[in-house]
């Protein structure tokens, strides 16, 4: 069973950074791609970033700057670095990967920026 466990949420004021953290249960060379996506109140579940098994990321144009995606291979873990936060980035932000052809979700973590 592949269990992605999502931490590093919380709560932040504007301008600040937080760090999210997922954990993999198998090795993330097994995942493939590894993504961090997020859902705001009343919205679609939107995809934030991506690392590809080689490495390559992919960002959501409007995070391009703000975010970083990064990945410990020896920890099997996938990080999300978030900078400037604006209230409009709180959103429950989910770990998501892909192993013999089926998507796995963590649970999610609550990030709300807020004064």
């Known amino acids: 069973q592949v269990q992605l466990v999502e931490s590093g949420g919380g709560l932040v004021q504007p301008g600040g950074s937080l760090r999210l953290s997922c954990t993999v249960s198998i090795s993330i060379f097994n995942m493939g791609t590894m993504a961090w996506y997020r859902q705001a109140p009343g919205k679609q579940r939107e995809l934030v970033a991506s690392?590809?098994?080689?490495?390559?990321?992919y960002y959501a144009e409007s995070l391009k700057g703000r975010f970083a995606i990064t990945r410990d291979t020896s920890k099997n873990t996938v990080y999300l670095q978030m900078i400037s936060l604006k209230p409009e980035d709180t959103a429950v932000f989910f770990c998501n990967g892909r192993y013999r052809s089926r998507d796995y979700w963590g649970q999610g973590t609550q990030v709300t920026v807020s004064a």
């Open positions: 690392i590809f098994a080689n490495g390559g990321t």
